[in-house]
């Protein structure tokens, strides 16, 4: 994947916007390259648990991705596609009415090494005023304080761009991203309904809004992303895979939940 700086930020070599080309159709993946490799973690993606609440999620210590995006802009399509499976994450028929945060473990079933986590789309008009403001309080919350959250996958539809709400959505965790805390990870969607040249301007017009997101510190990429032609799947599949957890902590959180619920059976049966 190639690397650029927006023009309004310094030089660096681990916190650039990270754009790639834009090809017709993506090309075929040859066998047992780190690119098949982080396909096959994506895909061992599954379901963890559902959570109304900041409080209702768990407490772990593995690192924690969350999925963002308007309601329209392919979100759960992105996520079922990166895991390749039709209804991991859910669509609702009505954008917008899912107001849950949706946890998924990825990697060795007995000790996962990373939680995807599917946060509510936001900007459906069609939801009650006071629905709106009760998840844009848990979702600047999560942003802000999650301790164990490393890295934003953000949905941004290729052909609109960045909207007011996508920028509102950024100033939660603008700090973290500025200092390096957490990683940010654009994803332009449907980028399969532009042509070449609508897919570059697309990109430059990204670049340009994240420029003042972009520091020394930060770690910020962009991908051209199409979950019809699957194109820019294998490079989200590559740098999650980055992001997640070494053996010996995968481990030790895997033998810390297990200990968890023994107690927890133990006290059951106490009762």
């Given amino acids: 994947m190639t690397r650029q700086t927006p023009p309004s930020a310094k030089p660096k070599r681990n916190a650039s916007v990270k754009p790639t080309s834009a090809p017709a159709q ?8 780190p690119e098949k490799e982080a396909l096959g973690w994506a895909h061992s993606a599954r379901f963890l648990t559902t959570a109304a609440q900041l409080h209702h999620l768990p407490t772990t210590e593995l690192p924690e991705v969350a999925f963002v995006g308007r309601s329209n802009a ?10 390749s499976q039709r209804q991991l994450a859910f669509a609702s028929k009505t954008p917008g009415r899912t107001q849950h945060i949706n946890l998924f473990s990825v ?4 000790a996962p090494n990373q939680i995807w986590a599917d946060l509510p789309g936001y900007g459906y008009a069609a939801v009650e005023r006071e629905a709106k403001l009760r ?29 007011d709400l996508d920028l509102q959505l950024l100033e939660f965790v603008k700090r973290r ?7 940010l990870l654009v994803l332009l969607t449907k980028s399969d309904k532009l042509n070449r ?13 994240l420029a003042e997101v972009v520091t020394d510190e930060s770690d910020v990429g962009i991908v051209l992303f199409s979950a019809l032609k699957k ?22 959180c895997a033998l810390a939940a297990q200990q968890a619920l023994q107690e927890a059976e133990e006290d059951r049966l106490g009762e």
């Fill in 135 to 163: 998840w844009q309080k848990v979702m600047a919350d999560y942003l802000d304080v999650r301790r164990n959250l490393v890295g934003v996958v953000h949905m941004i539809d290729s052909r609109h761009g960045f909207t």
């Fill in 107 to 110: 990697g060795p079933k007995g």
């Fill in 197 to 209: 040249k609508e897919a570059a301007e697309s990109m430059r017009a990204a670049q340009a809004q």
């Fill in 177 to 183: 991203i500025r200092s390096g805390e957490v990683k």
């Fill in 74 to 83: 392919g979100k759960s399509t992105a996520i079922n596609t990166l895991a």
């Fill in 26 to 33: 993506a090309p075929a993946t040859p066998a047992n390259t």
């Fill in 231 to 252: 194109v820019g799947v294998d490079d989200v599949a590559m740098a999650l895979k980055e992001w997640t957890a070494s053996d010996e902590l995968a481990q030790s």
